[in-house]
Nanobody, 126 residues
């Protein structure tokens, strides 16, 4: 079983930045693609960013492209989401996720992920 623990959320003004971290344990972290998703009140959980197991390939939702950066440090079993130029519409609970199977490519669908963290709240005020 894998455990994921997010941190780094909080309240920030529009235009500000936050860096989310997700610490993983319980599996060979470097073998699995990782992703970030978010869920706003009354909305479905949506894809934000994903990164391949080696960190060489990444993918982003159009809404965050150019503002958010996903990265990973396999030596620390940690994946990050650097969020810049934040907007009020970025307000949501952000979840870290690990792919269901190892050695795969990057995934944008939430159904490809089997392990989820508890989420961290990000609130952007206008």
């Amino acid at each position: 079983q894998v455990q994921l623990v997010e941190s780094g959320g909080g309240l920030v003004q529009a235009g500000g930045s936050l860096r989310l971290s997700c610490a993983a344990s319980g599996r060979t972290f470097s073998s699995y693609a990782m992703g970030w998703f978010r869920q706003a009140p009354g909305k479905e959980r949506e894809f934000v960013a994903a990164i391949r197991r080696s960190g060489g390939s990444t993918a982003y939702a159009d809404s965050v492209k150019g503002r958010f950066t996903i990265s990973r440090d396999n030596a620390k079993n940690t994946v990050y989401l650097q969020m810049n130029s934040l907007k009020p519409e970025d307000t949501a609970v952000y979840y870290c996720a690990a792919a269901a199977e190892p050695w795969g490519d990057i995934y944008t669908s939430k159904y490809k992920y089997a392990y989820w963290g508890q989420g961290t709240q990000v609130t952007v005020s206008s």
